[in-house]
């Protein structure tokens, strides 16, 4: 809920906004960044965890810590998370680019907390599905007050939705952490791609 706070915020920004900028180019920006974040994952494909993160103060004071059962590894994992700060503006940054692309942000969000926080890849996918709900709905009641959302469309791609969230949520404790980012690595290559090829071809 910490960290929502700045995707919340960052989710209307970019609602606001969204109609002042050139969709095309944020496409294409955001595309190379993912991309280039992409590379920083692989280097941390062959490994479940990471060891020894003692954490920052502010993560500290905030108690934001825990422990979860690996069912993958038959063993409980402690962690906490670091670099906080960097943390919280990286999610300022995924809930902008939800507003202002009308697009989902999680795997942004999975990055900031894997990369940036340390976390394990297991809670940083958790937590971020956890956050989509909240800043989904931060930027969508401004879009629905615009007239930008069409039920009839919007209730069937949910339903869809919550169908694959469940199985990979009965999915995510059975498979090792270091599976789960080759797919993650593969499914940002697959975003970022079309993301600049949209931007691309946006107008034309």
Do not use: C, H
């Amino acid at each position: 809920m910490f960290l929502e706070i700045a995707t919340t915020l960052g989710a209307i920004s970019g609602a606001v906004v969204s109609t002042l900028i050139r969709a095309s180019i944020i496409f294409i920006i955001f595309g190379i960044v993912l991309i280039l974040s992409v590379i920083q994952l692989v280097k941390r494909i062959g490994k479940e965890f990471l060891s020894g993160v003692a954490g920052d103060r502010l993560a500290r004071i905030l108690n934001l810590e825990g422990q979860y059962y690996d069912e993958a590894i038959g063993r409980d994992i402690e962690y906490r998370a670091d670099r906080t700060p960097v943390g919280f503006g990286m999610m300022y940054i995924a809930g902008l680019i939800s507003g202002l692309l009308g697009i989902g942000s999680g795997p942004f969000k999975v990055l900031a907390m894997d990369l940036a926080m340390r976390l394990p890849m297991k809670v940083s996918s958790a937590t971020s599905n956890f956050m989509i709900g909240v800043t989904a709905a931060a930027s969508a009641g401004i879009y629905f007050l615009r007239g930008d959302i069409n039920p009839f469309i919007a209730a069937p791609v949910a339903l869809g939705v919550l169908l694959g969230a469940i199985l990979g949520a009965r999915w995510l404790p059975k498979v090792r952490s270091s599976l789960i980012r080759k797919i993650f690595a593969m499914v940002l290559i697959a975003i970022a791609l079309q993301m600049i090829i949209r931007g691309l071809t946006v107008g034309i």
